[in-house]
């Protein structure tokens, strides 16, 4: 268990609004990734963070803003949500302390856009 | 870019029996990470093995173990044993050993069936 937590699990909402996805972990470590899965495409990676304030895009960026206030916090917005982001999106976590670096996973958000 | 290719989206074993599910990985650097991750119904991204590429001993861990072909860029995971706790979709992915972001590259995943 690499200390992750992903809320809200579950949300659906509606074209247009803003929605915040919340990464939180216990660990201390320095990546925290966000990534979303889509049949037929395995899981793409939509941003990273490398420390507090120092975030990246990933291949799938467009529609979505990170930002990581404090190193257990990673948060992923939607600023107006469209139904191409119906998705299942999970954080990941990595870091020095970890053998090999490996990345360990949340449990997974599943979010609807009608 | 790197990429990942899983040639088999859906395969199937008899439970007790063996199976290998393919992986390969398209890159021009010569240091770099492979994973297994399992996704059981639960939805959960599960660790199942990893490998170095600067190993030449292909990893183990109990009854997983891969077989890693460096030149032919191939990383299959070989399941003995097979258990219906191992029905599951499998992701193979890449990671590169040089940069600072650690980011995976995954491929598209297999869907195996353990048949009882």
């Known amino acids: 268990d690499a200390g992750i937590t992903q809320s809200p699990r579950h949300k659906v909402t509606e074209t247009g609004t803003p929605v915040t996805l919340r990464c939180h972990q216990t660990?201390?470590?320095?990546?925290m990734y966000w990534y979303r899965q889509d049949p037929g495409h395995g899981l793409r990676l939509i941003h990273y963070?490398?420390?507090?304030?120092?975030?990246d895009k990933g291949e799938v960026s467009d529609g979505y803003s990170v930002s990581r206030s404090k190193t257990e916090d990673f948060l992923l917005t939607l600023e107006s949500a469209t139904s191409s982001q119906t998705s299942v999106y999970f954080c990941?976590?990595?870091?020095?302390?970890?053998?090999?670096?490996?990345?360990?996973f949340g449990p997974g958000t599943r979010l609807t856009v009608l | 870019a790197q990429t990942v290719t899983q040639s088999q989206p859906e395969m199937s074993v008899q439970e007790a029996e063996t199976v290998t599910l393919s992986c390969t990985y398209d890159?021009?650097?010569?240091?770099?990470?492979l994973f297994w991750y399992k996704q059981p119904p639960s939805r959960q991204m599960i660790l199942v093995i990893r490998?170095?590429?600067?190993?030449?001993q292909n990893a183990t861990e109990n009854r997983f173990s891969v077989n890693f072909q460096k030149a032919a860029k191939s990383f299959s995971l070989k399941i003995s044993d097979s258990q219906l706790g191992d029905a599951a979709m499998y992701f193979c992915?890449?990671?590169?050993?040089?940069?600072?972001?650690?980011?995976?590259?995954f491929g598209k995943g297999t869907l195996l069936t353990v048949n009882p």
């Open positions: 990941a976590i990595s870091g020095r302390a970890i053998p090999g670096d490996t990345q360990y």
């Open positions: 660990e201390n470590h320095r990546y």
């Open positions: 963070s490398y420390g507090v304030k120092d975030t």
């Open positions: 890159t021009s650097e010569s240091d770099y990470y």
């Open positions: 490998q170095e590429a600067y190993k030449q």
């Open positions: 992915a890449y990671r590169s050993g040089g940069g600072s972001n650690y980011k995976l590259t």
